[in-house]
């Protein structure tokens, strides 16, 4: 079973206007990761954040971690059409030696022009 | 952009045949991983490698096995592919995640692979 689910699913907005993007996960974590995905293409990357952290930002990226709920959210601010994209977090299932990462099944993001 | 590169990027192929999908890396990153994706399902891992002969399986293994046997190329084989792996398939690449997994994987741009 997947150890992040997203929510929402789906998520459609007018540009200039936030989005926000929740992951909950079941396991103890050492980090999460969020990861964008455009139409037809692999993972890009986003942002990391340890455990022992609770907010972290990176450009119009802002993350933030509640590990006592098992939750992490991201706000992508002042979005803009291309920020259109599905968004994953990913976990490492609290480090158990195997370095697998674990992804949810994404938020898909659509910004109107 | 981290140099993979994964070959065929798309494939339609019969019920029964063998399948391999190659994954080519250039950052001599230790770390290689098979995903496959599928609507509803999000990411799930096939196998990973961290190192070269050096293989685990992942969350959906049956029916597939996979081969490293140099750093940069992973390869990832159906040996008689059936309609439920009809999917998009990923590698990705990472540096040793640590005992905290502070390392960020890099995908490539995905296998479309159509089962007839």
């Known amino acids: 079973s997947q150890q992040g689910e997203e929510d929402p699913q789906a998520l459609s907005i007018q540009e200039g206007e936030n989005a926000t993007m929740n992951c909950s996960y079941k396991?103890?974590?050492?980090?999460l990761q969020w990861y964008r995905q455009n139409s037809g293409r692999g993972l890009v990357h986003l942002i990391l954040?340890?455990?022992?952290?609770r907010e972290k930002h990176s450009g119009r990226l802002r993350v933030t971690l509640d590990t006592s709920k098992k939750s992490s959210s991201l706000l992508i601010t002042a979005s803009r059409a291309a920020d259109t994209a599905s968004y994953f977090c990913?976990?490492?299932?609290?480090?158990?030696?195997?370095?697998?990462?674990?992804f949810g099944t994404g938020t898909r993001l659509k910004v109107l022009a | 952009d981290a140099g993979i590169t994964q070959s065929p990027r798309h494939k339609v192929t019969e019920t029964g045949t063998p399948v391999t999908l190659r994954c080519h890396q250039t950052?001599?990153?230790?770390?290689m991983y098979w995903y496959r994706q599928d609507p509803g399902h999000g990411l799930r891992l096939i196998h990973y490698?961290?190192?070269?002969?050096?293989?685990d399986k992942g969350e959906v293994s049956d029916g597939y096995s996979v081969s490293r046997s140099k750093t940069e190329d992973f390869l990832l084989t159906l040996e008689s592919a059936t309609s439920s792996q009809t999917s998009v398939y990923f590698c990705?690449?990472?540096?040793?995640?640590?005992?905290?997994?502070?390392?960020?994987?890099?995908f490539g741009d995905g296998t479309r692979l159509s089962i007839l």
């Open positions: 990705a690449i990472s540096e040793f995640p640590g005992q905290v997994f502070n390392q960020p994987q890099h």
């Open positions: 396991t103890s974590i050492n980090n």
């Open positions: 490698s961290y190192g070269v002969k050096d293989t």
């Open positions: 990913a976990t490492d299932g609290g480090g158990s030696g195997t370095y697998k990462y674990i």
């Open positions: 950052e001599n990153h230790r770390y």
């Open positions: 954040i340890r455990s022992n952290e």
